[in-house]
């Protein structure tokens, strides 16, 4: 069964610093991962997704890579600011045509002014 | 481009009494996915279903939980009867194939 877990599960941080969130799944033979936000009481954003072929994707100031064969994406926020506080979650979707996701817990981000 | 379109947004109910949630996917979607997502918790799979077929439900409690997905667009979960523990956020994404998932807002119920 796969399990996703993600690190850390809460981080604050001043307004203009870069990070990186780190999420682990435990079986390799995966479809796709995408990073989602959340912010309190609403759906799922979706970031990024990248296939099992792919290595990273990019958006704007996030950067989202994946390594396979150690079973880790990382998700990169450059200069990061107030308005990125939210949840950050992945989803690892299993391969072979399930399309079956599994969600780690996520990761709450606060930036501060 | 509208959405995931999803109702009610809010649902308070006494325990025992019945509850539906209702989905609209994206336009052209054929997957579309119902989630649970208890506080603190990331969302977990309750069914999937590829048009109108549902092909992995697995994860539904099928003595209390029901869904369809009549014509293979939208699609109406129903809990009955409702316990204390269903109190959670219900949500409904939808994909094309197993691509990129697109989330509604959810539905928060609450069982008193």
């Known amino acids: 069964k796969q399990e996703v877990t993600q690190i850390p599960a809460a981080l604050s941080v001043p307004e203009g610093e870069n990070l990186v969130l780190n999420c682990s799944f435990t079986d390799s033979a995966i479809y796709n991962l995408q990073w989602f936000r959340q912010d309190p009481g609403k759906g799922l954003t979706s970031l990024l997704l990248?296939?099992?072929?792919?290595r990273e994707q990019t958006s704007g100031r996030l950067n989202a890579s994946l390594d396979k064969s150690s079973g880790r994406s990382t998700l990169y926020i450059a200069a990061s600011q107030p308005g990125d506080s939210a949840t950050y979650l992945c989803?690892?979707?299993?391969?072979?045509?399930?399309?079956?996701?599994?969600f780690g817990r996520g990761t709450s981000l606060i930036v501060h002014p | 481009e509208a959405g995931v379109v999803q109702s009610p947004r809010y649902k308070i109910i006494e325990k025992k009494q019945p509850v539906a949630f209702w989905c609209n996917p994206i336009?052209?979607?054929?997957?579309l996915y119902w989630y649970l997502q208890n506080l603190g918790q990331g969302p977990e799979l309750l069914i999937r279903?590829?048009?109108?077929?549902?092909?992995?439900d697995s994860q539904l409690p099928k003595d209390r939980f029901s869904a369809e997905r009549l014509k293979g667009v939208d699609s109406t979960l129903k809990i009955q009867p409702a316990e204390l523990g269903d109190s959670a956020v219900y949500l409904c994404?939808?994909?094309?194939?197993?691509?990129?998932?697109?989330f509604g807002p959810g539905t928060r119920l609450t069982v008193l």
């Open positions: 994404a939808s994909s094309l194939e197993g691509y990129e998932q697109f």
């Open positions: 990248i296939q099992s072929s792919q």
């Open positions: 336009s052209g979607h054929n997957t």
């Open positions: 989803a690892v979707s299993k391969a072979g045509g399930s399309y079956i996701p599994t």
């Open positions: 279903y590829e048009n109108e077929e549902a092909v992995d």
